[in-house]
C-alpha cells in the first residue's frame, strides 16, 4: 500500500485549520500524496499531522514538498542545520518567548517565507500553546470601506524586534534559549508589500498585515494609520478567525505564512519547551497581490 491512500482530512473549524491523518511523514512522500498536502494547506492555511515524532531530516523532506527551504536572517540556526531553528525555552529561562506576539514570518524581508513548518519534541506539563488567525476570513468580513482603502495600497513593514528604532524591552525579548542578532539599524530599512493578497490555488483575497513588522500603510502617516492598524488586528483575531493548538510530543504544524498570523502563548514559566521550525518560499507577496476587479479585467483583455 502506498503511504497516500488513506490520507484522511478533518476540518477543526470554521475558518482555519484541519487534521491530517492516514499518513506516516517518516515514509517517502509519494507526488500524490504532496499534491494533496499542498492543496490542503491552500485551502486550511494551517495543518495539523499528530503523532509523527520526526527527525530533522524528515522534517526537512516534509518541509521540501511545500517548498525550497529558506535559511533566515537575525536567527541563529542550529549548528549542523542552517535550514533549522531550534525553538527552545528553558525552564528557568524568564522573559518573553520566540514567536510571542502576533505576526507572520519574517513579513518585512523583500522575500518572506510563504509557509513554516513547526514539530512538536519537550512539551511543558500545561500552556505552550500556539494560535493562528485566518487574515483569508478576516478579509471577507471585513467592512467594505476599510476593504476599499486597503485594496491596492501597500503596507510598510520593518524588522522592528531586530533593529534599533522601534527594538523591544529587553523584558519582552526571547531569552538565552534562541540566539538572535538585535540592533541592526538596517533591519529598520522599509520594505513594501501589498495590504491584500490573492492566493494562486483558492483565488481568496487575504490580508497581509501583521503588528509585529507593519508600521504604517503607505500613503498615510504612522499617526494616520496607527487607529486603522489597530481596528484591522483587532477584526483579524476575532475568537471565529482563530485556532488555538494544544500541542502533544511528535504533532506537526504546516501554516501558510501569507494567509495567516500567528502567536505563541507564553505561559508556562519554570518548565521547558523544545519545537524545530523550519521554512519554506515561494511566490513573493508582491507576485500575489489583489488589485480591484476591474484591473484585473482589464489586464485579462
Ligand atoms: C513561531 O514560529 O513564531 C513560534 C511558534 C511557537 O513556538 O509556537
Request: with cysteine.
Amino acid at each position: 500500500m502506498s503511504a497516500d491512500q488513506a490520507i484522511a482530512i478533518r476540518r477543526l473549524t470554521g475558518n482555519i485549520g484541519a487534521e491530517v491523518t492516514g499518513i506516516d511523514l517518516r515514509d517517502a512522500i509519494s507526488e500524490t500524496a504532496a499534491v494533496e498536502l499542498r492543496e490542503c494547506l491552500a485551502q486550511h492555511q494551517v495543518v495539523f499531522f499528530p503523532d509523527q515524532h520526526l527527525d530533522l531530516q524528515q522534517q526537512k523532506m516534509l518541509t521540501a514538498i511545500f517548498g525550497p527551504a529558506l535559511q533566515l536572517p537575525y536567527v541563529t540556526p542550529m549548528d549542523a542545520e542552517p535550514e533549522i531553528i531550534r525553538v527552545y525555552k528553558g525552564a528557568d529561562e524568564k522573559g518573553g518567548v520566540f514567536g510571542g506576539d502576533w505576526h507572520s514570518d519574517f513579513s518585512f524581508l523583500d522575500a518572506p517565507p510563504s509557509g513554516s513548518v513547526l514539530s512538536a519534541h519537550t512539551l511543558p506539563p500545561y500552556g505552550g500553546d500556539t494560535l493562528w488567525a485566518s487574515q483569508a476570513a478576516a478579509w471577507d468580513a471585513l467592512p467594505e470601506a476599510l476593504q476599499r482603502l486597503l485594496l491596492g495600497r501597500d503596507a510598510i513593514h520593518v524588522g522592528k524586534p531586530y533593529g534599533v528604532k522601534w527594538a523591544p524591552p529587553a523584558k519582552e525579548q526571547s531569552g538565552a534559549g534562541i540566539k538572535m542578532s538585535r540592533g541592526d539599524p538596517t533591519a529598520d530599512r522599509e520594505r513594501k508589500h501589498p495590504a491584500v493578497l490573492q492566493h494562486p490555488v483558492t483565488d481568496r483575497r487575504m490580508l497581509y498585515l501583521n503588528p509585529t513588522y507593519v508600521t504604517r500603510l503607505d500613503g498615510m502617516s504612522e499617526a494616520e494609520s496607527t487607529p486603522l492598524l489597530d481596528q484591522i488586528q483587532r477584526h483579524v483575531t476575532r475568537p471565529e478567525f482563530c485556532i488555538r493548538h494544544s500541542w502533544t510530543p511528535g504533532t506537526v504544524a504546516v501554516w501558510d505564512n501569507l494567509a495567516t498570523q500567528h502567536y505563541a502563548v507564553n505561559d508556562y514559566q519554570g518548565h521547558e519547551r523544545l519545537m524545530y521550525r523550519t521554512t519554506f518560499s515561494g511566490l513573493s507577496p508582491r507576485e500575489m497581490a489583489a488589485v480591484p476587479e476591474k484591473a484585473r479585467q482589464a489586464a485579462a483583455e
